[in-house]
């Protein structure tokens, strides 16, 4: 059933007030990932006294991005996506505020629970971008997931230069200088929660859920028009979700389709070697300017800290700043199309970034060609993940996407160091390009058989 041409308009007015609100919440919200990511493994040396805890921090991130998708997606269920939203950032909040107290108290464990908050504010920034696309229309959707992804560029590519400035900031409220990025951090991620909290209403999940329902249940012509009917209270019938667990219904729902399992896949394996190459890349930068670390108390500081943050600076922008490309390649180009060719892109970054390791230039090409392939595959990903599965079980899947997600971060973190340890630099990226080689080629025979069975 077609619905008027005022419930359409209204429809579309809802849809580009919710991107500009999320787009607004991410641009606050990525300035603490940004910090995080820039100084967390130099913080983690230096509070531990020992340089094996040096993933730590990225680690930790990323299982509490792992640990929160699920309740978050949830939440989303049952409340809608404002509440899955307020309850990630807020998170974050409190994140950066240990984060504070961790650098004051040098209390390591502090860090590290700091670090868990920002995860779960990182859950809540991945499934934002599930947000973008419930009102969405079929041909904008990778466009609309793009916009809010792009949004995170501004506050994560300022996140790392923050180091800088930050120390005055620290250094003004009486703080240890360090700890000041991460005092801009807490106010950034305030901001973003009471702008979603505030402004996204209605809801853009429960509307869609709404409308879908009211369109089902409505004569082929409806008389007259209205304006866009609000969101349902959290317990209406047309906002309620299946009953079962999120884990369970979204399994099924990704095994029971190839396209979602190929989705699912791209964006788990494109997570774990974007996040494997770059948390190491610090302390890999660190020492091929510094030479090795003679002592586990070492800190990097003045020139190689401004090497460092401006390397992670390029990386996130390659991560973010293409967003609106990789989003109207996804819509133009094809949904596995444009995986593939974010998984050959990344492929070409960790050979850049491996066989180049001696350079600091060619590290910084390397990552922003690494970040480059990470939106291309995630984007393209995720639309496709949007799209593969029954509308009733979309929002459990999407959490499982992203718990998998984090899970790979974590594990690619945790090992990263590992592999560090005794492959090098090098062989921590020959690693990323056997992983990225072999999605690439279960895409192409994804996309082959999907071809056959259109054709059919």
């Known amino acids: 059933m077609a619905r008027t041409l005022v419930e359409e308009q209204g429809v579309r007015q809802v849809q580009r007030r919710t991107l500009v609100l999320l787009s607004a919440a991410q641009v606050f919200g990525g300035i603490g990932t940004g910090a995080t990511v820039s100084i967390g493994s130099i913080l983690a040396v230096e509070l531990s006294g020992s340089s094996a805890w040096a993933g730590a921090v990225a680690t930790v991130m990323t299982l509490g991005a792992a640990a929160a998708a699920l309740p978050l997606a949830s939440l989303a269920e049952r409340r809608g996506r404002r509440a899955g939203q307020v309850a990630g950032l807020s998170a974050a909040l409190a994140g950066a505020v240990l984060m504070v107290l961790a650098v004051v108290s040098g209390l390591f464990v502090l860090l590290v ?15 934002a971008r599930f947000a973008a696309v419930d ?26 230069n923050l180091i800088q400035p930050g120390t005055a900031v620290g250094t003004a409220l009486g703080l240890p200088p360090v700890a000041g990025p991460f ?83 791209g964006v788990v394996a494109a997570h774990a070697v974007m996040v494997g190459v770059m948390s190491m890349t610090p302390l890999h930068l660190q020492h091929l300017v510094e030479g090795p670390v003679s002592h586990a108390g070492h800190v ?27 989003g109207w390649l996804t819509d133009r180009a094809g949904r596995i199309e444009t995986i593939m060719i974010g998984f050959t892109v990344l492929v070409a970054a960790v050979a850049v970034a491996g066989f180049g390791q ?99």
């Open 358 to 456: 001696s350079s600091t230039a060619a590290v910084a090409v390397g990552l922003v060609l690494l970040g480059m392939g990470w939106s291309a595959a995630t984007i393209s990903g995720s639309t496709l993940l949007a799209e593969s599965v029954a509308p009733e079980a979309r929002v459990a899947v999407q959490g499982v996407s992203d718990m998998l997600m984090g899970a790979a971060g974590a594990v690619g973190g945790a090992v990263s160091g590992l592999v560090l340890g005794f492959g090098g630099y090098l062989g921590l990226n020959l690693l990323g390009a056997a992983i990225g080689a072999a999605v690439l080629a279960a895409a192409i025979v994804t996309r082959t058989s999907h071809r056959r069975s259109a054709a059919a």
């Open 135 to 160: 009102l969405a229309v079929a041909e904008h959707r990778g466009r609309a997931l793009s916009t809010v992804v792009w949004a995170v560029t501004v506050g994560a590519v300022a996140g790392p």
């Open 183 to 265: 005092v801009i951090s807490g106010a950034g991620l305030l901001i973003a929660t009471a702008l979603v909290y505030v402004g996204l209403r209605p809801d853009p999940l429960l509307l869609a859920r709404q409308l879908a329902a009211a369109s089902s249940a409505a004569p082929e012509t409806t008389p007259g028009g209205g304006p866009v009917p609000a969101a349902p209270p959290a317990g209406a019938h047309a906002a309620t979700p299946p009953a079962g667990g999120s884990l369970v219904r979204g399994l099924r729902a990704i095994r029971s389709s190839p396209t979602a399992l190929l989705a699912v896949t």
């Open 300 to 326: 990097a500081e003045g020139d190689v800290l401004v090497i460092i943050g401006f390397t992670i600076s390029l990386h996130i922008a390659g991560m973010f700043a293409l967003s609106p490309v990789m």
């Open 113 to 127: 629970l700091g670090a868990a908050g920002i995860g779960v504010g990182t859950a809540a920034s991945l499934q």
